[in-house]
């Protein structure tokens, strides 16, 4: 059984508690994470909504459309802009956290690759891990 785990934003305005384990931790190569990110992917923790508890301030959301089709609530710090969570319209029994924004992500490491049909040319993506081009069958 792991520890709570703690995280929040560059700024320090919002913090969140974690428990238990993450059901997966994905390497997601989707246009939305692209873009969300500014880079090639997001690595997210996914968990069971109540693991997830936002101890201060308030993340703001972001509802669009996912390159899924789903709608997708991205949630980030108004002040520092730093993402923190994705709620997905498909999967409501989920919470996604990106792992960057724990206070400690070392414990961590991705268990599989997922959106990989949008994946950059260049691109590493992980031989060792099971793929997905799309969204992975959870549960
Ligand atoms: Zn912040
Ligand atoms: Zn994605």
């Not at 703690?6 to 305005?13: I, P, R, S, V």
């Not at 792992?99 to 992980?126: E, F, N, R, V």
Request: hydrophobic residues 35%; glycine residues 10%.
């Amino acid at each position: 059984m792991a520890q709570a785990k703690e995280g929040g934003c560059m700024c320090g305005a919002v913090r969140y508690r974690v428990e238990g384990d993450p059901l997966a931790v994905v390497n997601c190569y989707c246009t939305d994470c692209q873009h969300i990110s500014g880079g090639a992917f997001v690595t997210a923790l996914l968990l069971p909504r109540p693991a997830v508890t936002v101890t201060q301030g308030k993340a703001t959301g972001f509802t669009g459309t996912a390159e899924s089709g789903d709608q997708v609530t991205r949630s980030f710090c108004r002040d520092c802009g730093a993402p923190l969570f994705s709620e997905l319209s498909a999967n409501p029994d989920l919470m996604v956290v990106k792992l960057g924004s724990l206070d400690d992500p070392k414990p961590y490491s991705p268990s599989m690759s997922i959106w990989t049909s949008s994946a950059l040319g260049w691109a590493h993506i992980d031989p060792n891990l099971p793929q997905f081009p799309k969204n992975p069958p959870l549960g």
